[in-house]
């Protein structure tokens, strides 16, 4: 039941002892603040690992190349790994129920013109699946397809900053761009969120590439991710697997770190992902510790308030008031003066966020914020904070006997 | 309206127990004015704190207009002391940061009036020591006189059976005492019992009855003619 009254008791205790009000707020506001503060920061740290990560889907692996630097199996040092797209199809069969995209990958720099506009681009030859591991968006048209790949058909799709870059009308789907100086259709553009540079890539089917520049089967990389359900630790083995595999399969030595060189992103989540569970930790540890320095403060200042009004207490009691009435009035300040300086301070430290934010990228802070979320788990904490901490100082004021609070000094 | 058979009460003081009230027997009509005399440790205010609820006898009976006034849990007393029982005490015990009109609203406010019902009548009550014109001010702009004033308007505010002064003149200066007192007087007069501590002598006179207590024995109790203010 809502009793104005009581509030209006409150609050006439709370103004008229505002040096009283001001040190028990003071230090929740301080407490809370400097929580909020290291919270965003810890959050930006966590931003700052994550955007390091890039646009590529989290669970995907790049296998490059390379020459090996051990003899070995007959053959001698320094011989040249080349993928070609056997070693594909036999990754592609033997490691199925763990694989969800692959693709190869043949790199190129091209120049491209169209209607007297050039300019230099990298090209890509790939699989369909490329485009679910890149995460590229299509804003028109449609990527690289099976049949383009089947047919080795002479279609590309293009970045958006390539297409703005070369197109000065809006209609691209169907045109003719030409790579070096053989004419391609544009079949799609897309975006990425990742970053510009992924945008100024033209895409074409593999085996286009393979047979106009170089008639052969040769792969550059491979990109492929594994099933996400499978867990870090899996996919670190699994990648381990497939090395493996591919140095049997070029006859390559098992400590030889050159000849295959497997990126896995599993192995780098798995350290970014403990290394934001140990921050975790620590700010639950250090925001729990604040909140219980907080409660005990605020205990410690309310046991003093009972002390102070002992008095006070006593001539209410003398007057008629029940014990669950002055416990009211202890438990309400309180709570009172914890949420609503606590909110105060939660407001001061996001601000101070805001306002100190976008200074401390240099310092591997990208957007330090406090969610909303929080702010509303912190608010119901401070109220229940409020509430634990004059618990026992409200027990003590309501068993005052008036007698002895009366007994003049 | 009050009867006191056989009332005893001793406080442990460490390893040794004082007796403070060796068997009190004590009856007072409605209407009476009664003085309770005695020097300091003869235990005039433990007898007074039993009689306002505020203590607890350890035997003996006490009925207080005619409900037997024992093994309370604090929230009965409380009612008690809210409906049947006035204070007034030596140090006044004004709240310091409600005004004048805000204390003697209190006692109303626990008696669960509503806040306009609780500033008419307390405004009423002012009026009555007449200090209707002082209402906004906080106690510590208040003379003396003029704080067991308002002390006597929250006492009465809430209409109680019985009002209890504890040395009600003790930090007066003599004339202020005795202004007090008059209007004591007067509110006897109008009807109300009146329960007095005091040591002094001159005060206990202006009261109808005198009861004077030693060593926790009443060793005299006498109507006597009182001195008009």
Not at chain 1, 3 to 23: A, G, P, V, Y
Not at chain 1, 30 to 46: P, T
Not at chain 1, 250 to 262: G, H, T, Y
Request: glycine letters at 8%.
């Amino acid at each position: 039941m809502f009793d104005l009254d009581l509030w209006r008791e409150i609050f006439q205790s709370i103004s008229k002892n505002k040096l009283r009000t001001l040190l028990s707020g003071g230090t929740v506001i301080f407490a809370i603040m400097l929580f909020a503060i290291l919270f965003g920061l810890a959050n930006g740290l966590q931003n700052t690992f994550n955007e390091g990560m890039g646009g590529d889907a989290e669970n995907t692996m790049f296998i490059n190349s390379g020459r090996t630097s051990k003899a070995g199996s007959g053959n001698q040092a320094d011989r040249k790994i080349q993928f070609d797209n056997e070693l594909l199809s036999t990754l592609k069969n033997e490691f199925k129920d763990d694989i969800e995209f692959i693709t190869a990958r043949v790199n190129k720099n091209v120049t491209a013109s169209y209607k007297g506009e050039k300019n230099n681009y990298s090209l890509r030859a790939v699989n369909p699946d490329h485009q679910f591991i890149e995460k590229s968006e299509l804003i028109s048209g449609r990527f690289i397809n099976q049949r383009d790949l089947n047919l080795s058909t002479k279609v590309i799709v293009i970045g958006r900053l390539v297409k703005e870059d070369l197109f000065k009308t809006s209609k691209v789907l169907g045109e003719y761009i030409a790579l070096n100086n053989i004419q391609y259709k544009v079949v799609g553009v897309y975006q990425d969120i990742g970053d510009d540079n992924e945008e100024r890539i033209i895409y074409m089917p593999l085996t286009t590439a393979q047979r106009i520049y170089g008639n052969n089967d040769f792969i550059d990389q491979i990109n492929l991710t594994y099933n996400l359900d499978m867990g870090l630790d899996n996919a670190i083995a699994l990648g381990n697997k497939i090395e493996d595999r591919i140095k049997k399969i070029f006859n390559i030595e098992k400590s030889d770190q050159r000849a295959v060189r497997l990126d896995n992103r599993a192995s780098d989540a798995s350290q970014i992902n403990q290394f934001n569970s140990v921050l975790a930790i620590l700010v639950l540890i250090i925001g729990l510790g604040t909140l219980i320095a907080g409660i005990v403060g605020i205990s410690n200042i309310m046991i003093f308030i009972v002390k102070e009004r002992t008095k006070e207490i006593g001539i209410r009691k003398a007057l008629g008031a029940r014990p669950s009435s002055i416990q009211a009035i202890i438990l309400i300040e309180s709570v009172l003066i914890t949420s609503i300086s606590g909110y105060v301070g939660l407001l001061l430290g996001i601000g101070i966020l805001e306002a100190y934010g976008p200074s401390l990228d240099k310092y591997f802070i990208t957007d330090p914020s406090v969610s909303t979320f929080l702010v509303a788990m912190a608010t119901v904490a401070l109220i229940i904070a409020g509430f634990i901490a004059a618990y026992v100082p409200a027990q003590r004021a309501s068993r005052i006997k008036p007698i002895i609070a009366l007994r003049d000094e | 309206m009050l009867e006191i058979k056989n009332l005893n009460k001793s406080y442990q003081m460490g390893d040794s127990s004082l007796h403070v009230l060796k068997g009190i027997d004590l009856h007072a009509d409605s209407g009476e004015m009664v003085a309770i005399m005695g020097s300091s440790g003869s235990g005039k205010s433990t007898l007074l704190n039993i009689i306002g609820i505020l203590d607890e006898a350890d035997s003996g009976d006490y009925v207080l207009d005619g409900v037997e006034i024992k093994n309370l849990n604090e929230k009965k007393a409380a009612n008690y002391r809210n409906q049947f029982l006035g204070f007034v005490f030596q140090s006044f015990n004004l709240i310091n940061y409600k005004n004048a009109m805000e204390n003697v609203a209190l006692p109303l406010y626990y008696q669960g009036l509503k806040r306009k019902e609780r500033q008419e009548k307390a405004m009423f009550h002012l009026e009555k020591v007449g200090l209707a014109d002082w209402a906004k001010h906080l106690p510590s702009e208040l003379s003396g006189g003029q704080k067991q004033r308002v002390a006597i308007a929250r006492a009465l505010a809430s209409q109680p059976k019985l009002l209890l002064a504890d040395e009600p003149t003790g930090a007066l200066d003599t004339a202020t005492s005795h202004d007090i007192m008059q209007f004591l007087q007067q509110l006897n007069d109008e009807g109300k019992t009146i329960l007095l501590v005091t040591h002094e002598e001159d005060i206990a006179k202006m009261c109808k009855r005198i009861v004077r207590l030693r060593d926790g024995i009443i060793i005299e109790d006498e109507y006597i003619k009182q001195v008009r203010l």
